[in-house]
């Protein structure tokens, strides 16, 4: 499906990291799978993301349900795909994000950072229904929600759900509505010439 760009979009997608606790020491190569997962948000958060996948792996060979190793090769991955020029390599990178959300919510249906990270791919990827279930979910089980590790919250995920239900048109109907057709849903705004398929 085509990804629409819009600017609160892009607001959301690649955060700046503000810093996460734990950590066992260097390596990566031994300790518990928890703790290893402590090092790979450490490593996630300094932006050394070659390391953090590395150690987030080594977290998974110890425990391969581990939903904290999956949900941090989620964000790693999702953050790389912001990086990424290429655009094959991008969606292929998103879709191993999405992999291991998917497992880590899997794994621990009450992973709260696991289905916000989820909803905000969803939405990049143009899955409304799908962004807007996970977002649902995610603010349910926390409604205070605080990222330790990229500078979101709650408000954020809130913006998610009105982006998702925006493009699924889930709009209040009224006669006085200026455009019955919700012809804007249906073109691309940041295309020039949108304008000549809005009849109002």
């Not at 009105?162 to 709009?171: T, V």
Request: glycine fraction near 10%; hydrophobic fraction near 40%; include cysteine.
């Amino acid at each position: 499906m085509k990804i629409r760009h819009i600017g609160l979009l892009l607001g959301f997608c690649f955060f700046g990291a503000i810093g996460c606790g734990g950590g066992t020491a260097t390596g990566g190569s031994a300790g518990s799978a928890e703790n290893l997962s402590f090092e790979g948000w450490d490593d996630y958060v300094t932006g050394d993301y070659e390391k953090s996948e590395e150690v987030f792996l080594d977290a998974l060979s110890l425990d391969p349900q581990s939903t904290e190793a999956f949900n941090g090769l989620g964000w790693l991955k999702f953050q790389q795909a912001g990086q990424e020029g290429n655009v094959e390599r991008r969606e292929a990178i998103l879709a191993t994000s999405r992999e291991n959300f998917l497992k880590a919510t899997a794994s621990e249906p009450t992973n709260v950072d696991a289905w916000v990270g989820l909803s905000g791919l969803e939405l990049q990827l143009g899955n409304w229904t799908d962004a807007r279930d996970a977002a649902n979910r995610a603010i349910t089980l926390d409604p205070s929600y605080f990222s330790t590790h990229d500078n979101i919250d709650f408000q954020d995920i809130h913006l998610i759900l009105a982006q998702a239900y925006f493009f699924l048109g889930a709009f209040v109907h009224t006669d006085d509505t200026a455009d019955p057709n919700n012809s804007l849903h249906h073109v691309d705004v940041v295309a020039p010439g949108y304008k000549k398929f809005y009849h109002a």
